[in-house]
């Protein structure tokens, strides 16, 4: 059974930091897309950044590139989002999501969730000004 726990959600001030973490179960992360996502109240759900497990991809949204970074540790199965310089705009749930076996796309405003079949629950991103 796949799962996807993620971690790190927190309230802080503007100009702060946060790193995200998503924990991976139940498969393999290799060769696969895995990204972060973020909703606001009111608001759709935007692709934040995913990356390839495999390499060769990267993407980030235009309003968070320069701020935030993907990564992996491939060993443990884990996704991070180190967020810096956070504004009020970031709060939002973040949520893990994984596309096993499946190359990362990109739209104008960044990643998508083509092909994005498991999710996690979300953690909680609250900026304060």
């Known amino acids: 059974q796949v799962q996807l726990e993620e971690s790190g959600g927190d309230s802080v001030q503007a100009g702060g930091s946060l790193r995200l973490s998503c924990a991976a179960s139940?498969?393999?992360?290799?060769?696969?897309?895995m990204g972060w996502f973020r909703q606001a109240p009111g608001k759709e759900r935007e692709g934040v950044a995913a990356m390839h497990t495999g390499g060769g991809q990267i993407y980030y949204a235009d309003s968070v590139n320069g701020r935030f970074t993907i990564s992996q540790d491939a060993i443990k199965n884990i996704l991070y989002l180190q967020m810096n310089s956070l504004k009020p705009e970031d709060t939002a749930m973040y949520y893990c999501?994984?596309?096993?076996?499946?190359?990362?796309?990109?739209?104008?405003?960044?990643?998508?969730?083509?092909?994005?079949?498991?999710w996690g629950n979300g953690t909680l991103v609250t900026i304060s000004s």
């Open positions: 139940g498969y393999t992360t290799r060769n696969s897309c």
């Open positions: 999501a994984a596309a096993p076996l499946r190359s990362c796309t990109a739209g104008a405003g960044g990643p998508t969730s083509v092909g994005m079949d498991y």
